[in-house]
């Protein structure tokens, strides 16, 4: 090999050794922008899964929370059920004794009509 040829191999390896160096910077971003580095770890969440006595408190109405939301006060009605009210007021009212549930064709109590089993 002559000198000019060394000098041209020298100049070529160079080239080659620079692209490969671009090429490895490449790759390394687009594994940054796939596979981005873990961040700091957050506390665990804990849950509560509800059990038997959860069930039961609410279905009593035994609330931690506070009063207003066991009450709903801040939910309006609709305005089909306001309708409705209007048009029935009797059927609307609340007594000591708890709302008249009425069925049609009875002076109240659950309906007499059986329903057939889809089964």
Known sequence: MTKEQNERLVVAYEVIGKALEGIHEEIRLAGKRYWPAPGEQREPVLSHVPNEEDEARRNLG?????????????????????????DHPEEGKVTDAGPKVTRKGQEGGAST??????A
């Open 62 to 86: 035994i609330s931690d929370g506070p009063i207003e939301d066991w009450l709903e006060l801040d939910e309006p009605i609709g305005e089909r059920t306001a309708q409705w009210l209007k």
């Open 113 to 118: 009509q059986e329903t057939k089993s889809k």
